[in-house]
């Protein structure tokens, strides 16, 4: 749904404006324990450039879908923990390993980071 104004904003906001394209270099399938739903965790390959960006419990949008970022690998990878609704609503359930995704990151993420680097580096 786009955004109308007055109404709740959920997720983070995005202008689709793609940074780079990832990789899905890891797919685990597994059941919801309360409801038998499926779930998945995708682990997602990233350059360095992309990576300082990305931080645990952190915002990033893929294939235009917001997420919360879950663990992080070494500015190299980052994990998703994906919900049986957006698995359901979304082109993610479709993904598999080796499958390559646009990733967006939040925009207030990168100017906060970006600021605070041209900081310490006096500039």
């Known amino acids: 749904r786009s955004l109308t104004y ?5 997720g983070h906001l995005v202008s689709g404006h793609v940074m780079e394209v990832g990789k899905i270099i890891k797919r685990l399938d ?6 038998g739903e499926a779930t998945c965790s995708i682990t997602i390959q990233t350059s360095e450039m992309v990576g300082k960006y990305i931080f645990e ?19 190299a ?10 698995l359901r609503r979304t082109t993610l359930g479709h993904k598999k390993e080796g499958s390559l995704v646009n990733i967006e990151i939040d925009s207030i993420t990168k100017a906060t980071v970006d600021t605070v680097m041209r900081m310490s580096d006096g500039v």
Do not use: A, M, Q
Request: aromatic share 4%.
């Open 30 to 35: 597994s059941r919801d324990e309360n409801n």
């Open 6 to 10: 007055g109404k709740e904003v959920g």
């Open 77 to 86: 990878s980052f994990d998703l923990h994906i919900i049986p609704e957006t």
């Open 57 to 75: 419990k952190g915002y990033v949008s893929i294939d235009g879908i917001s997420l919360t970022i879950g663990n992080t690998h070494n500015n």
